[in-house]
């Protein structure tokens, strides 16, 4: 076995790990989103993420070895992230384009990985290997270019707009973000972000 047929294998346990990884995550992500339509996109790339899982072991079949899966270390880290970003932004008008941005990054991550295993899956002449993760490639592209279209649509408007918040926790919102201004000095008021325009 070349080491060309060994890193395909390693690269291809990885991204299997990753895709399991994301299918905890991605249930979560869709009920936290504010607009149906975000909700409905995450959720059916949650559907095509378990055929993605069910393609992967159909891959492994192909060249005769047992599914193996390992722990995605990358996927953990975005993961993580887009827990904390969650949390973050569940009260905002921006949770949606925030939830987007996380979501983006782990296509792209997907995309990344597939992109070398096509190229490395073409190398060693394998058409049947080539062709399924091509299909798994399309959709994480289709899975990205939708979340981009909704983002431009409605989700960045909504959060530059901070429509869909109640005063009070917009407020609280804008308040977190800046420095803690010392009442009645005249140089912590100069020195607040918030306030660019004081004398
Ligand atoms: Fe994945
Ligand atoms: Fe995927
Ligand atoms: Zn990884
Ligand atoms: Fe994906």
């Known amino acids: 076995m070349s080491d060309l047929h060994e890193l395909f294998l390693a690269e291809l346990a ?19 989103a504010n607009s149906s339509e975000l909700q409905e996109a995450l959720s059916s790339h949650f559907s095509e993420t378990e055929e993605q899982v069910e393609r992967i072991e159909q891959v492994f079949e192909a060249l005769g070895k047992p599914a193996k899966a390992k722990r995605c270390k990358a996927m953990e880290g975005l993961l993580a992230e887009g827990k904390e970003i969650l949390e973050e932004w569940k009260d905002s008008a921006a949770l949606d384009a925030a939830l987007i941005s996380a979501a983006q990054k782990v296509e792209h991550y997907e995309i990344a990985s597939y992109g070398c295993l096509c190229t490395w899956a073409e190398l060693l002449g394998n058409n049947e290997v080539l062709d399924l993760l091509k299909q798994t490639m399309n959709e994480e592209e289709r899975a990205d ?23 009070q926790k917009r407020a609280k919102l804008r308040n977190r973000s800046s420095r803690p201004v010392r009442l009645g000095s005249k140089r912590g008021a100069e020195k607040s972000p918030m306030n660019p325009n004081i004398r």
């Open 145 to 167: 270019k939708k979340l981009t279209d909704i983002a431009e649509s409605s989700s960045n408007t909504e959060a530059e707009e901070g429509q869909d918040v109640e005063p």
């Open 14 to 32: 990885d991204v299997y790990g990753a895709e399991k990884q994301l299918l905890k995550a991605l249930p979560k992500m869709a009920k936290a």
